[in-house]
Structures are given as structure tokens and as C-alpha cells.
């Protein structure tokens, strides 16, 4: 099974950018499709991006679209998040988590497995 642990949280100020990582371990990274989630207090978890295997494709909330990127490295057993022009209804717990197959959805309850959550707040 893999294992997935996130870094790169932070606080920010409204504008600014922050970079999230999340390695995964104990298994073949090239293997899952990946996404990112977050959840807010006393909110549901929300799905952010996803990207496929391969990185051919990928898919977005449309609450961050044209601001957040989603990359990854398959050598690097490591998948991104880019985020820009960040606001205040951003910040949120995010948390990486992958699945064996690609689906053009951000249904958490397609994911099996789960990171521990890197903070993100913005303030305005």
C-alpha cells in the first residue's frame, strides 16, 4: 500500500502563492492517479484537483481554476500543488490521496488512500 505526506503549508497573505508537496512511499507512484482535497472547518472535504497516472490528464474544482496546478513526478514519487492568487476561502487542512484508476470526478470517496494534511491559511 502506499503511504502519502504532505509539506509546504503555510500562511500566506491574499494574492500570495504557496507550493504543496506530497511524497508517497512503499509503492509504485506511476501506478495512481492522485488528487487533492481539502476540508475546512465544520465543511465538508472538498476535492481540488486530480491528475492521472501519466499526467495526461487532469481535472479541477472550478473554485480554483486558473490558480491551482496540479503536477507530479513519477521519478520523484512526488505530486504537486500549485497555488495562486490564493484567498481567504482557501485555507483549509489539504490532504493528498491516491486511487488505481482515473475518473474525471473529485469524489473523495473514490480515493483509498490518504495523507495526514498540511495546513494552508490565508489571510486577508
Known amino acids: 500500500q502506499v503511504q502519502l505526506l504532505e509539506s509546504g503549508g503555510g500562511s500566506v497573505q491574499a494574492g500570495g502563492s504557496l507550493r504543496l508537496s506530497c511524497v508517497a512511499s512503499?509503492?509504485?507512484?506511476?501506478?495512481?492517479?492522485m488528487g487533492w482535497f481539502r476540508q475546512a472547518p465544520v465543511k465538508d472535504r472538498e476535492g481540488v484537483a486530480r491528475?492521472?497516472?501519466?499526467?495526461?490528464?487532469?481535472h479541477y474544482a472550478d473554485s480554483v481554476k486558473g490558480r491551482f496546478t496540479i503536477s507530479r513526478d513519477n521519478a520523484r514519487n512526488t505530486l504537486f500543488l500549485q497555488m495562486n492568487s490564493l484567498k481567504p476561502e482557501d485555507s483549509a487542512m489539504y490532504y493528498c490521496a491516491a486511487t488505481y484508476e482515473w475518473d474525471r470526478t473529485l469524489k473523495s470517496a473514490d480515493f483509498g488512500f490518504w495523507g495526514q494534511g498540511t495546513q494552508v491559511t490565508v489571510s486577508s
Open positions: 512503499g509503492d509504485t507512484f506511476s501506478k495512481y492517479s
Open positions: 491528475i492521472s497516472a501519466g499526467s495526461s490528464f487532469s
